[in-house]
């Protein structure tokens, strides 16, 4: 579940992108990236790094010791102190490096105050991903885009759409919602009803937000076990012409849904490069370039 009770605070971004008039997009592959000019474009892709914990112990090694002892140290077999362990005089850590403590009491041979596991004495996690959730909602005056951040996410689709019908926009008005960089979801009040795109409908099994989503799109939640979930691989569900309009054909949707090497925030950023608030979009919530 996402959010608790949302506010109805706005942050107002400071800058604004100018419309532009999107030309169709032709496309000759089904499953082939495009730009919004109508020509190929590779998207670069964000791989998740994980965290490697560099540490060793003499264990790991069996070879490369010297002549006649069996300890994986120096040539004799007392090693300092008995041949306890190849480790130094009233040592009672693995690291070999004359001290007590291994840092902290020996704990994963990391740095101290480190609640890591990347050793690189940092208490971040440099090679973690961190997981982004915001609502931006998205609308135009004088003939500019403007993000605004919804500074709470709400438990309820309802509030994000009131939240949405509510802007002074002179043309187009929608919001992009971004959970847990996991799923995104595109809503898009129109006078004939609600208009949603949800990234991934396996989500609606576990977020209140996705299940609202599908339940506004029609669609009926699958019928998939828990523990299956994780296994397998996400589909979009609901108007894939939600921004045809505006740049991005259904085609171009269903090729940035169906990218499962992008995160959502690459995603989002992807759809707003076509419609041309990219820059915008990226500036508002900190998302970096593209």
């Known amino acids: 579940m996402h959010g608790a009770a949302a506010h109805d605070g706005f942050a107002q971004a400071s800058t604004a992108s100018p419309v532009h008039n999107p030309r169709p997009v032709e496309m000759t592959e089904p499953k082939a990236q495009f730009s919004a000019a109508g020509q190929q474009a590779e998207y670069p892709t964000h791989h998740r790094v994980a965290a490697v914990d560099e540490s060793a112990t003499d264990d790991d090694y069996d070879t490369d010791d010297f002549g006649d002892d069996d300890d994986d140290d120096f040539a004799d077999d007392d090693d300092f102190v008995d041949g306890e362990d190849d480790d130094f005089a009233d040592d009672d850590d693995d690291d070999d490096d004359g001290d007590d403590d291994d840092f902290v009491d020996g704990e994963d041979d990391d740095f101290a105050d480190d609640d890591d596991d990347d050793d690189d004495g940092d208490d971040d996690d440099d090679d973690d991903f961190d997981p982004q959730s915001f609502i931006g909602i998205v609308t135009t005056r004088d003939n500019q ?101 505006l740049g991005v054909s259904a085609q171009v949707m269903d090729v940035i849904c169906a990218d499962s090497q992008l995160w959502a925030t690459d995603q989002l950023l992807r759809i707003a490069d076509e419609v041309g608030f990219a820059d915008l979009l990226a500036e508002t919530f900190d998302l970096g370039e593209l």
Do not use: H, N, Y
């Open 145 to 245: 885009w403007i993000v605004t951040e919804m500074v709470d996410i709400p438990d309820s689709l309802d509030r994000v759409v009131a939240k949405v019908r509510k802007q002074r926009s002179e043309g187009p008005a929608f919001a992009l919602l971004c959970l847990d960089d996991d799923f995104f979801i595109i809503v898009r009040p129109t006078p004939d009803g609600v208009k949603v795109l949800l990234s991934d409908a396996t989500r609606a099994l576990v977020d209140d937000l996705a299940a609202d989503a599908l339940s506004e799109i029609g669609a009926e939640l699958p019928d998939i076990d828990d523990d299956d979930l994780d296994e397998l691989e996400p589909w979009a569900e609901g108007d894939f012409e939600i921004l045809a309009d």
